[in-house]
Protein backbone atom coordinates (compact mmCIF):
# COMPACT_ATOMS: atom_id res chain seq x y z
CA UNK A 1 0.00 0.00 0.00
CA UNK A 2 1.54 3.43 -0.58
CA UNK A 3 1.81 6.02 1.76
CA UNK A 4 1.99 9.62 1.81
CA UNK A 5 2.43 11.81 5.00
CA UNK A 6 -1.43 13.16 6.04
CA UNK A 7 -3.36 11.23 3.61
CA UNK A 8 -2.95 7.60 4.63
CA UNK A 9 -6.56 7.65 5.35
CA UNK A 10 -7.16 8.49 1.65
CA UNK A 11 -5.12 6.01 0.41
CA UNK A 12 -6.70 3.34 3.02
CA UNK A 13 -10.16 3.93 1.73
CA UNK A 14 -8.90 3.99 -2.40
CA UNK A 15 -7.63 0.39 -1.27
CA UNK A 16 -10.50 -1.10 0.79
CA UNK A 17 -12.86 -0.20 -2.31
CA UNK A 18 -10.57 -1.98 -4.76
CA UNK A 19 -9.90 1.67 -6.70
CA UNK A 20 -5.82 1.17 -6.41
CA UNK A 21 -5.42 0.97 -10.18
CA UNK A 22 -5.63 4.80 -9.66
CA UNK A 23 -1.95 4.88 -8.13
CA UNK A 24 -0.37 3.27 -11.40
CA UNK A 25 1.81 6.44 -12.14
CA UNK A 26 2.53 7.06 -8.85
CA UNK A 27 6.21 6.36 -9.45
CA UNK A 28 6.46 9.07 -11.92
CA UNK A 29 5.03 11.68 -9.68
CA UNK A 30 6.82 14.58 -7.88
CA UNK A 31 5.64 15.36 -4.37
CA UNK A 32 3.16 17.68 -5.85
CA UNK A 33 1.55 15.14 -8.21
CA UNK A 34 0.78 12.62 -5.33
CA UNK A 35 -0.87 15.59 -3.49
CA UNK A 36 -2.40 16.60 -6.21
CA UNK A 37 -3.95 13.64 -6.98
CA UNK A 38 -4.54 12.60 -3.17
CA UNK A 39 -6.70 15.51 -2.88
CA UNK A 40 -8.63 14.58 -5.93
CA UNK A 41 -9.80 11.30 -4.33
CA UNK A 42 -10.37 13.24 -0.91
CA UNK A 43 -13.65 13.73 -1.76
CA UNK A 44 -14.89 11.19 -3.65
CA UNK A 45 -17.70 9.03 -1.66
CA UNK A 46 -16.64 5.75 -2.75
CA UNK A 47 -19.62 3.79 -1.47
CA UNK A 48 -22.36 6.29 -3.69
CA UNK A 49 -19.91 5.46 -6.54
CA UNK A 50 -20.51 1.47 -5.80
CA UNK A 51 -23.98 2.36 -5.54
CA UNK A 52 -24.33 3.94 -8.76
CA UNK A 53 -22.53 1.77 -10.95
CA UNK A 54 -24.31 -1.55 -9.42
CA UNK A 55 -28.03 0.34 -9.11
CA UNK A 56 -29.39 0.85 -12.44
CA UNK A 57 -32.03 3.35 -12.84
CA UNK A 58 -35.50 2.36 -11.96
CA UNK A 59 -37.90 2.85 -14.98
CA UNK A 60 -40.24 5.91 -14.91
CA UNK A 61 -43.78 5.79 -13.60
CA UNK A 62 -45.75 5.68 -16.62
CA UNK A 63 -49.06 6.08 -14.90
CA UNK A 64 -49.53 9.67 -15.57
CA UNK A 65 -51.73 12.56 -17.20
CA UNK A 66 -51.32 15.80 -17.85
CA UNK A 67 -50.44 18.56 -14.87
CA UNK A 68 -53.22 21.21 -14.13
CA UNK A 69 -51.70 24.41 -14.45
CA UNK A 70 -52.68 28.16 -13.87
CA UNK A 71 -53.46 29.41 -17.75
CA UNK A 72 -52.93 32.60 -19.26
CA UNK A 73 -55.40 34.85 -17.90
CA UNK A 74 -58.13 36.08 -20.16
CA UNK A 75 -61.34 36.50 -18.10
CA UNK A 76 -62.16 39.36 -16.01
CA UNK A 77 -61.69 37.11 -13.48
CA UNK A 78 -58.53 35.06 -14.18
CA UNK A 79 -57.34 38.44 -14.63
CA UNK A 80 -58.66 39.91 -10.89
CA UNK A 81 -56.49 36.75 -9.53
CA UNK A 82 -53.83 37.22 -10.89
CA UNK A 83 -53.74 41.17 -9.94
CA UNK A 84 -54.38 39.71 -6.25
CA UNK A 85 -51.40 37.34 -6.35
CA UNK A 86 -49.02 40.04 -7.60
CA UNK A 87 -49.92 41.97 -4.82
CA UNK A 88 -49.20 39.47 -2.37
CA UNK A 89 -46.06 38.43 -4.79
CA UNK A 90 -45.08 42.50 -4.28
CA UNK A 91 -45.19 42.25 -0.64
CA UNK A 92 -43.04 39.33 -0.65
CA UNK A 93 -40.31 41.16 -2.36
CA UNK A 94 -40.44 44.07 -0.72
CA UNK A 95 -40.32 42.22 2.88
CA UNK A 96 -36.62 40.48 1.40
CA UNK A 97 -38.14 37.48 1.50
CA UNK A 98 -36.94 36.48 -2.71
CA UNK A 99 -33.69 35.59 -3.68
CA UNK A 100 -32.72 35.27 -7.62
CA UNK A 101 -30.62 31.98 -8.18
CA UNK A 102 -28.47 31.43 -11.98
CA UNK A 103 -27.37 28.50 -13.12
CA UNK A 104 -24.37 29.37 -14.87
CA UNK A 105 -21.88 26.37 -15.12
CA UNK A 106 -21.95 26.17 -19.31
CA UNK A 107 -19.15 27.76 -21.50
CA UNK A 108 -20.24 29.07 -24.63
CA UNK A 109 -18.68 26.64 -27.10
CA UNK A 110 -22.35 26.02 -29.01
CA UNK A 111 -22.31 29.88 -29.73
CA UNK A 112 -18.93 30.00 -31.45
CA UNK A 113 -17.84 31.99 -27.93
CA UNK A 114 -14.77 30.95 -26.06
CA UNK A 115 -15.72 31.73 -21.91
CA UNK A 116 -19.16 31.36 -19.81
CA UNK A 117 -22.38 31.66 -21.76
CA UNK A 118 -23.18 34.00 -19.22
CA UNK A 119 -20.18 36.49 -20.73
CA UNK A 120 -21.82 36.52 -24.34
CA UNK A 121 -22.93 39.58 -25.45
CA UNK A 122 -26.64 38.78 -26.47
CA UNK A 123 -28.25 42.99 -26.78
CA UNK A 124 -29.49 43.51 -30.15
CA UNK A 125 -28.27 47.44 -29.99
CA UNK A 126 -25.91 47.57 -26.62
CA UNK A 127 -24.02 44.00 -26.86
CA UNK A 128 -24.71 43.95 -23.18
CA UNK A 129 -24.04 40.36 -21.77
CA UNK A 130 -26.77 37.64 -20.24
CA UNK A 131 -24.80 38.49 -17.09
CA UNK A 132 -25.32 42.13 -17.32
CA UNK A 133 -29.06 41.56 -18.52
CA UNK A 134 -29.88 39.68 -15.52
CA UNK A 135 -28.03 41.76 -12.98
CA UNK A 136 -29.60 44.94 -13.90
CA UNK A 137 -33.23 42.90 -14.04
CA UNK A 138 -32.29 42.21 -10.54
CA UNK A 139 -31.43 45.95 -9.39
CA UNK A 140 -34.15 47.40 -11.04
CA UNK A 141 -36.21 45.13 -8.93
CA UNK A 142 -34.53 45.82 -6.04
CA UNK A 143 -34.88 49.40 -6.71
CA UNK A 144 -38.74 49.48 -8.20
CA UNK A 145 -39.51 47.38 -4.34
CA UNK A 146 -37.04 48.63 -2.23
CA UNK A 147 -35.59 45.57 -1.30
CA UNK A 148 -32.46 44.15 -1.48
CA UNK A 149 -32.25 40.96 -3.70
CA UNK A 150 -29.18 38.37 -3.25
CA UNK A 151 -28.30 37.30 -6.66
CA UNK A 152 -27.16 33.55 -6.51
CA UNK A 153 -24.44 32.72 -9.43
CA UNK A 154 -23.47 28.83 -9.81
CA UNK A 155 -20.43 28.91 -11.87
CA UNK A 156 -18.55 25.52 -13.04
CA UNK A 157 -14.90 24.30 -11.67
CA UNK A 158 -13.79 25.85 -15.70
CA UNK A 159 -15.48 29.20 -15.56
CA UNK A 160 -15.56 30.21 -11.50
CA UNK A 161 -13.01 32.30 -11.36
CA UNK A 162 -13.33 33.87 -15.05
CA UNK A 163 -17.11 34.61 -13.47
CA UNK A 164 -16.17 35.89 -10.25
CA UNK A 165 -13.48 38.25 -11.90
CA UNK A 166 -16.01 39.70 -14.35
CA UNK A 167 -18.86 41.07 -11.65
CA UNK A 168 -16.00 42.44 -9.56
CA UNK A 169 -14.13 43.80 -12.49
CA UNK A 170 -17.46 45.35 -13.60
CA UNK A 171 -18.71 46.91 -10.15
CA UNK A 172 -20.99 43.90 -9.94
CA UNK A 173 -23.26 45.87 -12.21
CA UNK A 174 -24.52 48.05 -9.80
CA UNK A 175 -25.48 45.30 -6.83
CA UNK A 176 -24.00 45.24 -4.09
CA UNK A 177 -21.18 42.96 -3.90
CA UNK A 178 -22.33 41.81 -0.76
CA UNK A 179 -25.79 40.63 -2.11
CA UNK A 180 -23.89 38.79 -4.28
CA UNK A 181 -22.78 35.35 -4.19
CA UNK A 182 -20.48 33.25 -6.70
CA UNK A 183 -20.29 29.82 -6.04
CA UNK A 184 -19.24 26.61 -7.64
CA UNK A 185 -21.16 23.43 -8.73
CA UNK A 186 -20.29 20.31 -6.80
CA UNK A 187 -18.03 17.56 -9.32
CA UNK A 188 -18.50 13.92 -9.63
CA UNK A 189 -16.50 11.37 -10.53
CA UNK A 190 -17.03 8.88 -13.90
CA UNK A 191 -16.67 5.67 -13.67
CA UNK A 192 -15.64 3.19 -16.57
CA UNK A 193 -17.50 0.02 -18.03
CA UNK A 194 -16.33 -2.02 -15.30
CA UNK A 195 -17.11 0.45 -12.73
CA UNK A 196 -13.40 2.05 -12.16
CA UNK A 197 -12.55 5.41 -11.41
CA UNK A 198 -11.07 7.16 -14.44
CA UNK A 199 -7.58 8.70 -14.48
CA UNK A 200 -7.99 12.42 -16.68
CA UNK A 201 -4.22 12.55 -16.40
CA UNK A 202 -1.43 10.76 -14.49
CA UNK A 203 -2.37 12.80 -11.10
CA UNK A 204 -5.46 13.40 -11.62
CA UNK A 205 -9.23 11.97 -11.42
CA UNK A 206 -11.91 12.54 -14.23
CA UNK A 207 -14.67 14.28 -12.60
CA UNK A 208 -17.77 15.81 -14.31
CA UNK A 209 -20.13 18.16 -12.85
CA UNK A 210 -23.48 16.59 -11.01
CA UNK A 211 -25.96 18.34 -13.27
CA UNK A 212 -28.33 21.51 -12.96
CA UNK A 213 -30.38 19.22 -9.85
CA UNK A 214 -26.88 19.58 -7.96
CA UNK A 215 -27.59 23.16 -7.84
CA UNK A 216 -29.37 22.77 -4.73
CA UNK A 217 -26.44 20.51 -2.77
CA UNK A 218 -24.38 23.82 -4.09
CA UNK A 219 -26.54 26.41 -2.55
CA UNK A 220 -25.73 23.80 0.53
CA UNK A 221 -22.22 22.76 0.37
CA UNK A 222 -21.26 26.49 -0.29
CA UNK A 223 -23.12 27.96 3.06
CA UNK A 224 -25.15 30.26 0.50
CA UNK A 225 -28.27 27.87 1.71
CA UNK A 226 -27.33 29.10 5.81
CA UNK A 227 -26.87 32.72 4.63
CA UNK A 228 -30.24 32.61 3.03
CA UNK A 229 -31.76 31.60 5.75
CA UNK A 230 -30.10 33.95 8.29
CA UNK A 231 -31.27 36.64 5.86
CA UNK A 232 -34.93 35.65 6.09
CA UNK A 233 -35.41 34.54 2.36
CA UNK A 234 -38.05 32.49 2.12
CA UNK A 235 -37.97 32.07 -1.92
CA UNK A 236 -35.37 31.10 -4.33
CA UNK A 237 -36.39 32.19 -7.53
CA UNK A 238 -34.38 29.63 -10.26
CA UNK A 239 -33.31 30.09 -13.76
CA UNK A 240 -30.59 29.49 -16.48
CA UNK A 241 -28.22 31.89 -17.64
CA UNK A 242 -29.21 31.10 -21.37
CA UNK A 243 -32.79 33.22 -20.99
CA UNK A 244 -32.26 37.19 -21.86
CA UNK A 245 -36.37 37.56 -21.73
CA UNK A 246 -36.48 35.56 -18.57
CA UNK A 247 -38.70 37.15 -15.61
CA UNK A 248 -36.38 36.47 -12.74
CA UNK A 249 -38.58 38.52 -10.19
CA UNK A 250 -42.55 37.83 -11.47
CA UNK A 251 -44.72 39.06 -8.28
CA UNK A 252 -47.86 37.42 -9.98
CA UNK A 253 -46.01 33.96 -10.36
CA UNK A 254 -44.55 34.76 -6.44
CA UNK A 255 -48.19 35.65 -4.94
CA UNK A 256 -49.71 32.23 -6.67
CA UNK A 257 -46.57 30.27 -5.00
CA UNK A 258 -47.05 32.05 -1.62
CA UNK A 259 -51.44 31.96 -1.68
CA UNK A 260 -50.96 28.73 -2.30
CA UNK A 261 -48.52 27.50 -0.50
CA UNK A 262 -46.87 25.60 -2.95
CA UNK A 263 -43.53 23.51 -2.18
CA UNK A 264 -42.16 24.19 -5.70
CA UNK A 265 -43.87 26.29 -8.65
CA UNK A 266 -42.53 26.20 -12.20
CA UNK A 267 -43.18 27.93 -14.89
CA UNK A 268 -44.29 26.38 -18.53
CA UNK A 269 -45.19 27.37 -22.21
CA UNK A 270 -47.91 25.65 -24.49
CA UNK A 271 -45.41 23.61 -27.26
CA UNK A 272 -45.29 25.16 -30.18
CA UNK A 273 -45.44 21.55 -31.75
CA UNK A 274 -46.21 17.86 -30.69
CA UNK A 275 -42.26 17.39 -31.31
CA UNK A 276 -41.19 20.66 -29.54
CA UNK A 277 -37.77 19.30 -27.51
CA UNK A 278 -39.23 20.43 -24.02
CA UNK A 279 -39.66 18.39 -20.83
CA UNK A 280 -42.87 18.13 -20.53
CA UNK A 281 -45.19 18.68 -16.80
CA UNK A 282 -47.32 15.55 -15.98
CA UNK A 283 -49.39 14.66 -12.61
CA UNK A 284 -48.83 11.00 -11.56
CA UNK A 285 -51.05 8.58 -10.30
CA UNK A 286 -50.24 9.44 -6.74
CA UNK A 287 -51.23 13.04 -7.84
CA UNK A 288 -47.39 14.13 -7.95
CA UNK A 289 -46.53 16.88 -10.30
CA UNK A 290 -43.34 15.53 -12.38
CA UNK A 291 -41.58 16.41 -15.68
CA UNK A 292 -40.97 13.85 -18.10
CA UNK A 293 -38.50 14.31 -21.00
CA UNK A 294 -39.51 14.61 -24.17
CA UNK A 295 -37.36 11.51 -25.05
CA UNK A 296 -39.16 9.39 -22.17
CA UNK A 297 -42.67 10.72 -23.64
CA UNK A 298 -44.03 7.93 -25.45
CA UNK A 299 -45.13 8.61 -28.91
CA UNK A 300 -49.09 8.04 -28.54
CA UNK A 301 -48.78 10.91 -25.90
CA UNK A 302 -46.98 13.33 -27.91
CA UNK A 303 -49.59 13.51 -30.28
CA UNK A 304 -52.44 12.88 -27.93
CA UNK A 305 -55.35 15.36 -28.40
CA UNK A 306 -58.39 16.67 -26.46
CA UNK A 307 -61.74 16.69 -27.39
CA UNK A 308 -61.58 20.18 -28.72
CA UNK A 309 -58.59 18.93 -30.99
CA UNK A 310 -55.63 21.07 -28.80
CA UNK A 311 -52.24 18.88 -27.22
CA UNK A 312 -52.81 17.19 -24.26
CA UNK A 313 -49.02 16.94 -23.04
CA UNK A 314 -48.99 20.69 -23.73
CA UNK A 315 -46.88 21.91 -20.85
CA UNK A 316 -43.43 22.38 -21.76
CA UNK A 317 -41.03 23.17 -18.87
CA UNK A 318 -38.50 26.41 -19.29
CA UNK A 319 -36.47 25.07 -16.57
CA UNK A 320 -38.00 28.45 -14.26
CA UNK A 321 -38.76 27.71 -10.70
CA UNK A 322 -39.84 28.91 -7.15
CA UNK A 323 -37.96 26.94 -4.50
CA UNK A 324 -39.07 26.95 -1.12
CA UNK A 325 -36.04 27.28 1.28
CA UNK A 326 -36.66 24.90 3.41
CA UNK A 327 -37.72 22.33 0.72
CA UNK A 328 -34.16 22.76 -0.73
CA UNK A 329 -32.82 22.07 3.27
CA UNK A 330 -34.68 19.21 3.18
CA UNK A 331 -33.87 17.51 0.20
CA UNK A 332 -30.13 18.45 0.69
CA UNK A 333 -29.84 17.01 4.32
CA UNK A 334 -28.60 13.59 3.19
CA UNK A 335 -32.15 11.85 4.72
CA UNK A 336 -34.20 9.33 2.38
CA UNK A 337 -35.92 12.28 0.76
CA UNK A 338 -33.05 13.71 -2.39
CA UNK A 339 -32.86 13.60 -5.86
CA UNK A 340 -31.50 10.80 -7.60
CA UNK A 341 -28.78 10.05 -10.34
CA UNK A 342 -29.36 9.54 -13.78
CA UNK A 343 -26.87 7.41 -15.68
CA UNK A 344 -25.55 8.32 -19.25
CA UNK A 345 -23.01 6.32 -21.25
CA UNK A 346 -20.31 8.32 -22.46
CA UNK A 347 -17.22 8.51 -24.28
CA UNK A 348 -14.99 10.55 -21.63
CA UNK A 349 -11.22 11.50 -22.47
CA UNK A 350 -9.16 9.26 -20.29
CA UNK A 351 -5.24 8.87 -19.85
CA UNK A 352 -4.24 5.20 -20.59
CA UNK A 353 -1.31 3.73 -20.98
CA UNK A 354 0.00 7.64 -20.35
CA UNK A 355 -1.99 8.57 -23.35
CA UNK A 356 -4.97 10.83 -23.15
CA UNK A 357 -7.86 8.57 -25.83
CA UNK A 358 -11.43 8.31 -25.25
CA UNK A 359 -13.17 5.51 -23.60
CA UNK A 360 -16.35 4.43 -22.97
CA UNK A 361 -17.53 5.42 -19.58
CA UNK A 362 -20.84 6.54 -17.41
CA UNK A 363 -21.41 9.90 -16.27
CA UNK A 364 -24.23 11.07 -13.50
CA UNK A 365 -25.83 13.86 -13.29
CA UNK A 366 -29.06 14.99 -11.15
CA UNK A 367 -31.74 16.93 -12.45
CA UNK A 368 -33.29 19.56 -10.67
CA UNK A 369 -36.72 18.92 -11.88
CA UNK A 370 -36.92 15.48 -9.90
CA UNK A 371 -37.32 17.62 -7.10
CA UNK A 372 -41.09 18.23 -8.07
CA UNK A 373 -42.42 14.69 -7.45
CA UNK A 374 -40.84 14.86 -3.89
CA UNK A 375 -43.12 17.27 -2.65
CA UNK A 376 -46.30 17.68 -2.35
CA UNK A 377 -47.34 21.02 -3.04
CA UNK A 378 -46.55 22.21 -6.71
CA UNK A 379 -47.92 24.51 -9.04
CA UNK A 380 -47.31 24.90 -13.21
CA UNK A 381 -47.63 28.55 -14.03
CA UNK A 382 -48.38 29.06 -17.89
CA UNK A 383 -46.61 32.09 -19.56
CA UNK A 384 -46.43 33.53 -22.95
CA UNK A 385 -43.81 31.94 -24.74
CA UNK A 386 -42.92 35.31 -26.72
CA UNK A 387 -42.68 37.44 -23.76
CA UNK A 388 -40.76 35.44 -21.67
CA UNK A 389 -38.43 32.56 -23.20
CA UNK A 390 -35.64 33.28 -25.34
CA UNK A 391 -32.73 30.68 -24.91
CA UNK A 392 -29.43 31.50 -26.81
CA UNK A 393 -28.48 28.14 -27.09
CA UNK A 394 -27.39 27.72 -30.91
CA UNK A 395 -25.26 30.46 -33.20
CA UNK A 396 -27.97 29.98 -35.63
CA UNK A 397 -31.49 28.60 -36.29
CA UNK A 398 -33.76 27.87 -33.57
CA UNK A 399 -33.26 28.89 -29.92
CA UNK A 400 -30.32 31.02 -31.43
CA UNK A 401 -28.38 34.60 -30.97
CA UNK A 402 -30.76 35.55 -33.31
CA UNK A 403 -33.70 34.20 -32.27
CA UNK A 404 -33.35 35.39 -28.88
CA UNK A 405 -32.55 39.49 -30.58
CA UNK A 406 -35.58 39.48 -32.69
CA UNK A 407 -38.04 38.47 -29.91
CA UNK A 408 -36.07 40.87 -27.59
CA UNK A 409 -37.29 43.53 -30.72
CA UNK A 410 -40.28 42.58 -31.09
CA UNK A 411 -40.88 42.49 -27.08
CA UNK A 412 -39.84 46.08 -27.22
CA UNK A 413 -41.82 47.46 -29.33
CA UNK A 414 -45.05 45.59 -28.13
CA UNK A 415 -44.01 47.50 -24.73
CA UNK A 416 -43.92 50.85 -26.58
CA UNK A 417 -47.27 50.35 -28.20
CA UNK A 418 -48.61 49.29 -25.03
CA UNK A 419 -47.76 52.81 -23.16
CA UNK A 420 -48.47 54.72 -27.25
CA UNK A 421 -45.46 55.60 -27.51
CA UNK A 422 -44.35 56.17 -31.25
CA UNK A 423 -41.99 53.96 -32.79
CA UNK A 424 -40.62 55.80 -36.59
CA UNK A 425 -41.02 53.78 -39.35
CA UNK A 426 -37.22 54.03 -39.90
CA UNK A 427 -36.49 52.80 -36.18
CA UNK A 428 -35.57 48.97 -37.00
CA UNK A 429 -34.09 47.66 -33.97
CA UNK A 430 -35.17 48.35 -30.61
CA UNK A 431 -33.41 47.32 -26.76
CA UNK A 432 -34.96 48.47 -23.39
CA UNK A 433 -32.89 48.38 -20.61
CA UNK A 434 -33.37 46.18 -17.35
CA UNK A 435 -32.88 49.88 -15.77
CA UNK A 436 -35.50 51.41 -17.65
CA UNK A 437 -38.15 48.90 -17.68
CA UNK A 438 -39.04 45.32 -16.65
CA UNK A 439 -42.39 45.71 -17.68
CA UNK A 440 -44.60 48.17 -20.29
CA UNK A 441 -45.33 50.22 -17.28
CA UNK A 442 -42.22 50.76 -16.04
CA UNK A 443 -41.78 53.11 -18.97
CA UNK A 444 -42.40 56.85 -19.04
CA UNK A 445 -45.20 57.50 -21.26
CA UNK A 446 -43.54 60.54 -22.87
CA UNK A 447 -40.55 58.85 -24.05
CA UNK A 448 -39.69 59.93 -27.80
CA UNK A 449 -37.63 57.67 -29.76
CA UNK A 450 -35.33 59.09 -31.85
CA UNK A 451 -35.39 58.62 -35.88
CA UNK A 452 -33.13 56.06 -36.00
CA UNK A 453 -31.96 52.56 -37.29
CA UNK A 454 -31.46 51.39 -34.16
CA UNK A 455 -32.31 52.72 -30.35
CA UNK A 456 -31.32 51.83 -26.89
CA UNK A 457 -34.15 53.17 -24.43
CA UNK A 458 -32.43 53.64 -21.12
Known sequence: MKTFSGY???????????????????????????????EDLSDVDF?????????PESAPDEKFGPAPFIPVPKTTEAMREHARAREAGVEQVSRGK????????????????????????????SGKTLFQMHAERILKCSRKYNAAIPFLIMTSRVNHDEIAAYFRDSGYFGLNHEDVLIFPQNMIPSLDTEGKLILETKNSVFKNPDGHGGSLTALRASGVLEEMKRRG???????????????????AFIGFHFLRGADISSKAVRKA????????????????????????????????????????????????????REVVECITAGADLSLPFHTAKKKIKAC???VGIEIDGYKFEKFVFDALPLTEKNIVFEIVREEEFAPVKNAAGIDSVESARKM???????????RKIRIPAKTKIIEISPLAAVEPDDLDAGIEIPEQEAVYVS
Open 273 to 324: YPEEKVGIFVRHSNNRIAVVEYSDLPEDAIHSVDEGGALRYSSGSIAVHLFQ
Open 8 to 38: DDVIKRVYDHHQEHVFKYWHELDDDGKKRLL
Open 408 to 418: MNDLYRSWLRT
Open 98 to 125: VAAFVVAGGQGSRLGYDGPKGKFPVGPV
Open 352 to 354: VNG
Open 233 to 251: VETISYFQVDNPLVKIIDP
Open 47 to 55: ALMERLYSS
